[in-house]
């Protein structure tokens, strides 16, 4: 991966294809998360530009920065697509890279041409309050020095006793890796959540094509947050991802790669005449 660096901050990043850019931002824990997607045939028309958030995979956080909230990883990915010169771009978020997609839009709208929101991380809604209970033990195991059992634990609440299984046979190296990676969520990203709403008055700026994306077995916590994002954003369109829970992109890449090629497709960036 290539690496750049710009005001004490630096990111990793690869770049694949040609065509209307498209940024992929990984969620949590897993900072290698959208590489089977970056690497479908399906979205060879594309450019596409996936990159370690600060945090994961050696992208070291500065001493004494404290911890990033949603604008900092937001300007991140703003910093990254000026670097290489994308004036517009296709966002495509997973988990917490969704609410990061959105933070871009606001911050940056002329730069993001359309949202694809896979799973994203929302409050406001129901189950936000069990979803935090649930990961309460993952929380606790952390804080008492057992790593591998907090992100076992964390993952098996997305997509059950199988997670890291999945994760194991998608990217090999990727469970070691994310408990490496562990204390950029549970030391960080967790309160960066924490402080961050999508509010009727803020939702009203985002113009773009949004698509919501659900795994076929979502937690109630994304079904909800699929249904907030119905309530804010009128022009909000759906793919369903089969037999895949919230780790849908390393489950089936294939089917979202390809619901993602048909949303671009029908909001081009430079739409043909006739």
């Not at 710009?6 to 992929?24: A, I, M, N, Q």
């Not at 990033?68 to 495509?92: N, P, T």
């Not at 037999?243 to 992109?249: E, Q, R, S, T």
Request: proline content about 7%.
């Amino acid at each position: 991966m290539k690496r750049i660096e710009t005001e004490g901050r630096w990111l990793e990043y690869e770049e694949r294809g040609d065509g209307e850019p498209v940024l992929l931002i990984h969620g949590t824990l897993i900072g290698d998360a959208l590489r089977p997607v970056f690497e479908e045939p399906s979205l060879a028309g594309y450019r596409l530009i996936r990159y370690r958030r600060r945090g994961f995979c050696g992208n070291a956080i500065p001493q004494g920065a404290g911890w990033l909230d949603i604008s900092d990883h937001a300007s991140d990915a703003a910093m990254l697509l000026d670097h290489l010169g994308v004036s517009q771009v296709h966002v495509v978020g997973h988990d917490l890279g969704g609410v990061i997609a959105i933070q871009l839009a606001l911050a940056r709208p002329r730069m993001v041409h359309s949202l694809a929101l896979l799973e994203p991380v929302l409050l406001g809604v129901p189950g936000w309050e069990a979803a935090l209970s649930e990961l309460a033990p993952a929380i606790d195991l952390f804080l008492a020095g057992d790593r591998p059992g907090a992100v076992e634990l964390f993952l098996n609440l997305g997509s059950g006793p199988e997670g890291k299984d999945i994760l194991e046979g998608a990217i090999p190296g990727a469970l070691a890796r994310a408990i490496d990676d562990s204390p950029a969520f549970f030391e960080g990203e967790m309160f960066a959540i924490g402080e961050w709403q999508l509010s009727p008055d803020v939702a009203f700026d985002i113009s773009q094509p949004v698509l919501s994306v659900l795994g076929e077995h979502p937690l109630g916590l994304f079904a909800e947050g699929r249904n907030l994002l119905h309530r804010l954003f009128p022009q909000v369109e759906d793919l369903d991802i089969f037999n895949a829970g919230h780790l849908f992109p390393l489950e089936n890449p294939q089917m979202l790669a390809g619901g993602l090629a048909w949303f671009m497709g029908r909001h081009p960036i430079r739409p043909t005449a006739g």
